[in-house]
């Protein structure tokens, strides 16, 4: 029969040492199979026992043990950028603060000297300021009533203007039809005249042929023609004539001409009306402009931003609280001087507690954000709530290659203290209700079935063991769960599943002296408590917690 894996007859190789230590440190919790060889004397009597785990149902952990420093995870420093002296602290170490309250006041007898002289010089600009708004005011009340009269005017002259406009175009429409005659009894005198000399050219070349003798000759049709065209002519001016002077008398009944140079007269004067208009309209506007520029003068003749800084510098001189917490140092005293930049006090949530750890590289796939966590003290008693909050996306080599990480404490009033060490036990598993062993008490028979060996009868080096095939299941470093229908609370299994390495020799007075202290049996799993993983198992590496995977130290 094969009794264990490679990988069990190593993990026993390196945990044996400390399940050999447990055995002696454990003798409250359980006892001892042995039987007595050779002589009856105390000193050199050789005894023999087994090392056996009586099941129970328990709670079985898979867990990593780590170790940090107890911190605040809400710090705030109160802070000042001023040199200036302190005048009060009305805190001390230890008070516990609110948000805003008062941490410690400054020195503002410089600053309000400098706000004083900044508001009287501000006085000063801020009354000539009303001077020059008020004489703009005034000035702008002028030009807007220049303005209004001056659009009073033009809309009279625009009235007039119209009006004689009307009366114009009504005469002149009365003339249009005297002109139309006229202007027709002049186009047609002047293409008479233009006939009339067109026959006197003709008369004049018959003239010059001998064809005729000139006016007299009876006989000549180009002197004939002349003469007609010479009437006709006559004729068509007298009737242009005619038509003119009927114009004039219709002009004149009319008043034509007094209407027209009225009328024009009424356009020169709404033309000057109107620049006179645009120019009071622009003096207004410019007073418009130079009073909103007072007004803006005065305004900032009241305020600067130089004064708002001193109001700012006066208003940082009373330091406050940012947030909740206990005041666990001041760095100043009253009369000191807090330089730039000084951290003034600090201030610790205490009841807001976290605890910083690094996670090794070789553990950070088995993490994640959420698990729970045990934690543990030397100044405090029982185990700490906790929970995984932050791992850092990056391994960090300060001191061993590892992840930052920070473990949030949830147990109320619990009792820790800003900057002792704990030990952080981060479950990554837990199963309920189970039995459990150490890893080395499952073996591996021939058929590659995993077994225990139950005691079935005997007791000490002459005990009997059979054995039973079970099922593995979740695993630490130091113990394994198993189930079986053959199982059953009571039972003693053997703690090796290699009967040498469950057999330890002892003097009889040595055992005798565990077997008054502890009766008859070695219950390993008595010695878990309810809810818990089993107890006993060996030290976490680098000093971890039992049970756990280790810590790093």
């Known amino acids: 029969m094969k009794f264990q894996e490679l990988r069990k007859s190593l993990h026993w190789n390196k ?53 940090g420093t107890v911190e605040s995870a809400a710090v705030s420093n109160v802070t000042t950028n001023q040199s200036l002296s302190v005048k009060s602290i009305p805190v001390q170490v230890g008070d516990w603060v609110k948000a805003g309250d008062i941490i410690c006041v400054l020195d503002t007898e410089e600053i309000d000297k400098n706000i004083e002289k900044t508001l009287e010089s501000l006085q000063e600009s801020a009354d000539q300021a009303k001077e020059s708004l008020a004489s703009a005011e005034e000035n702008l009340t002028w030009a807007q009533s220049d303005a209004d009269s001056a659009w009073n005017t033009m809309a009279e002259k625009e009235t007039a203007m119209n009006s004689a406009k009307t009366a114009y175009e009504s005469a002149r429409s009365s003339v249009d039809a005297f002109q139309a005659n006229v202007d027709q009894a002049q186009a047609a ?92 309209r622009n003096q207004r506007d410019t007073w418009e402009t130079k009073v909103t520029e007072a007004k803006e003068a005065l305004e900032k003749a009241s305020a600067s931003d130089a004064l708002d800084d001193l ?119 837990t199963v309920d209700n189970v039995f459990v062993v150490p890893i080395d008490a499952v073996g591996t028979n021939d058929q590659g079935e995993a077994v225990v060996f139950v005691k079935e009868s005997s007791s000490g080096a002459d005990a009997v063991f059979k054995e039973v095939s079970v099922t593995t299941g979740e695993e630490n470093d130091y113990y394994i769960e198993i189930s079986s229908s053959q199982l059953s609370e009571g039972m003693e299994v053997r703690s090796s599943a290699d009967p040498e390495q469950a057999q330890v020799n002892m003097t009889e007075g040595n055992a005798q002296d565990l077997s008054n202290n502890a009766g008859v049996q070695f219950d390993m799993g008595g010695a878990m408590p309810s809810g818990e993983m089993p107890s006993g198992g060996g030290p976490g590496r680098n000093g971890g917690a039992p049970g756990g995977r280790g810590g790093n130290g």
């Open 15 to 67: 945990k044996k040492t400390g399940i050999t230590v447990l055995c002696v440190c454990l003798l409250g919790a359980g006892s001892f199979y042995f039987t007595r060889r050779g002589t009856t004397r105390r000193n050199n009597t050789q005894a023999s026992f087994v090392r056996t785990t009586v099941l129970k149902k328990t709670t079985l952990n898979n867990s990593i043990s780590l170790t």
């Open 311 to 429: 109001y700012e510098k006066r208003e940082n001189c009373t330091l406050r609280a940012e947030t909740a917490g206990k005041v666990t140092a001041i760095n100043v005293t009253v009369g000191s001087m807090a330089g730039n930049n000084t951290t003034i006090a600090t201030i610790q949530d205490t009841e807001a507690l976290k605890i910083s750890v690094t996670i090794p590289e070789y553990e950070i796939q088995n993490v994640e954000l959420g698990m729970s966590a045990k934690i543990t003290t030397d100044a405090t008693e029982g185990e700490i709530e906790g929970t995984l909050t932050q791992i850092s996306p990056v391994a960090s080599s300060q001191n061993s290659t590892g992840f930052s990480a920070e473990v949030t404490v949830t147990t109320p009033d619990s009792g820790l203290y800003v900057g002792i060490n704990a030990t952080v036990e981060i479950i990554q598993s």
């Open 189 to 280: 005198y002047q293409s008479l005249m233009e006939a009339e000399n067109a026959a006197l050219s003709q008369l004049n070349a018959a003239i010059s042929t001998g064809e005729c003798s000139g006016l007299e000759d009876t006989a000549c049709a180009a002197g004939l023609n002349y003469q007609n065209a010479k009437q006709a002519s006559k004729d068509a001016k007298a009737k242009a004539e005619s038509a003119q002077q009927d114009l004039k008398t219709a002009q004149s009944a009319m008043n034509y001409d007094a209407l027209a140079a009225a009328y024009t007269s009424a356009q020169t004067a709404y033309n000057s009306a109107v620049n006179a208009w645009n120019t009071a």
